[in-house]
């Protein structure tokens, strides 16, 4: 390992009662986290009560502007809810998904599906789009349970979001090639990884239990360990004697220059500016339907 770091407690929102764990770029800088760019884990908190697709009430982050990245709306517990401007509106069973090629821009809202008294608990993963694809049209999937590919261990399981492992391939659908698992081990358990030969850099992030890393490095829940992939390519996990879950984020780096602002990831200062200019006149996002998304009464 190069290093195990915490992840900090931060208020992406603005609002200082929506606190979520931020271990990249908290914990691991975004130089050092290419081709991921922000991973913030929200919950479990207890939901106050749903709202449906025939709904505008109950967004808990309302509706803001995205550009130049993909993104992973990853529900362990709850229900995930969205809306956005390509018209789409939509819930999803946990562990289940949102997908998101954002390219030339979305605006978007999420949040409020998960019934009162039940428990939400997910991540929000934000990664880079190669520059050249930055201008894309959006795109966009959900996946729900028994939608996502699983590969059996002896006494756990992973989850294949994206990127393969094991002849398995996950259905997350960025313009960035990376390996998203979600891994669950029963304690005293132990599961071999081994970074794909096409990446170079891999974290490990604890959200439940613990594990040791090749018999050596302690790893705790809320914890990210950015793995040393310039030797042996593969980690040993080891759960503790509570079990472990987590995450693996894989991929190789990019490298490109980027400028990011927000939820704005652009090639140049000048796009940047582009974007907010859009966004001032009403021209953002270019991409969408005809109708007022953000009213859904308004829905054909």
């Given at each position: 390992a190069?290093?195990?770091?915490?992840a900090?407690i931060v208020h992406?929102?603005?609002?200082?009662?929506?606190?979520?764990?931020q271990c990249?770029?908290?914990g691991?800088?975004?130089e050092e986290?290419?081709?991921?760019?922000?991973?913030d884990e929200?919950?479990?908190?207890?939901?106050e009560?749903?709202?449906?697709?025939?709904?505008?009430?109950g967004?808990?982050?309302?509706?803001?502007p995205?550009?130049g990245?993909?993104?992973?709306?990853?529900?362990?517990?709850?229900?995930g809810?969205?809306?956005?401007?390509?018209?789409n509106?939509?819930?999803f069973?946990?562990?289940?998904?949102?997908?998101?090629?954002?390219?030339s821009?979305?605006?978007?809202a999420?949040?409020g599906?998960?019934?009162?008294?039940?428990r939400?608990?997910?991540?929000?993963?934000?990664?880079?789009?190669?520059?050249?694809?930055?201008?894309?049209?959006p795109r966009?999937g959900?996946?729900n349970?028994?939608?996502?590919?699983?590969?059996?261990?002896?006494s756990?399981?992973?989850?294949v979001?994206?990127?393969?492992l094991?002849?398995?391939v996950g259905p997350a659908?960025?313009?960035?090639?990376?390996?998203?698992?979600?891994?669950?081990?029963?304690?005293?358990?132990?599961w071999?990884?081994?970074?794909?030969?096409?990446?170079?850099?891999?974290?490990f992030?604890?959200f439940?239990?613990?594990?040791?890393?090749n018999?050596?490095?302690p790893?705790?829940?809320?914890?990210?360990?950015?793995f040393?992939?310039?030797?042996?390519?593969?980690?040993v996990?080891?759960?503790?004697s509570?079990?472990?879950?987590?995450m693996?984020?894989?991929?190789?780096m990019?490298?490109?220059?980027?400028?990011?602002?927000?939820?704005?990831?652009?090639?140049?200062k000048a796009s940047?500016?582009?974007?907010?200019?859009?966004?001032?006149?009403g021209?953002?996002p270019?991409?969408?339907?005809p109708?007022?998304?953000?009213?859904v009464?308004?829905?054909?």
């Open positions: 190069l290093y195990v770091r915490k900090r992406p929102t603005g609002d200082p009662s929506f606190a979520v764990n990249m770029p908290a691991v800088p975004e986290s290419d081709p991921f760019l922000m991973c929200f919950g479990p908190t207890v939901s009560g749903a709202h449906g697709n025939d709904s505008d009430e967004f808990d982050v309302p509706w803001h995205h550009h990245m993909d993104i992973l709306s990853y529900m362990v517990e709850g229900k809810r969205h809306a956005d401007s390509m018209g509106r939509e819930t069973d946990s562990p289940g998904f949102q997908w998101l090629s954002v390219g821009g979305i605006e978007h999420e949040g599906g998960t019934p009162a008294g039940e939400t608990h997910g991540f929000q993963i934000w990664l880079r789009m190669p520059t050249a694809r930055m201008e894309d049209d966009y959900t996946v349970p028994a939608d996502i590919p699983v590969v059996k261990l002896d756990g399981l992973v989850r979001i994206a990127g393969e094991s002849g398995v659908n960025f313009a960035v090639t990376v390996q998203i698992l979600d891994v669950e081990l029963a304690p005293g358990e132990e071999t990884y081994t970074c794909p030969r096409h990446m170079d850099n891999v974290m992030y604890a439940k239990g613990s594990a040791k890393i018999m050596a490095t790893l705790s829940a809320q914890q990210i360990c950015r040393d992939t310039s030797g042996p390519q593969t980690a996990l080891s759960a503790g509570d079990g472990y879950r987590g693996v984020f894989a991929g190789k990019t490298k490109e220059n980027i400028v990011w602002h927000g939820p704005f990831v652009c090639s140049s940047l500016r582009g974007c907010f200019a859009k966004l001032q006149t021209e953002f270019p991409r969408r339907v109708w007022d998304y953000k009213d009464r308004q829905r054909p």
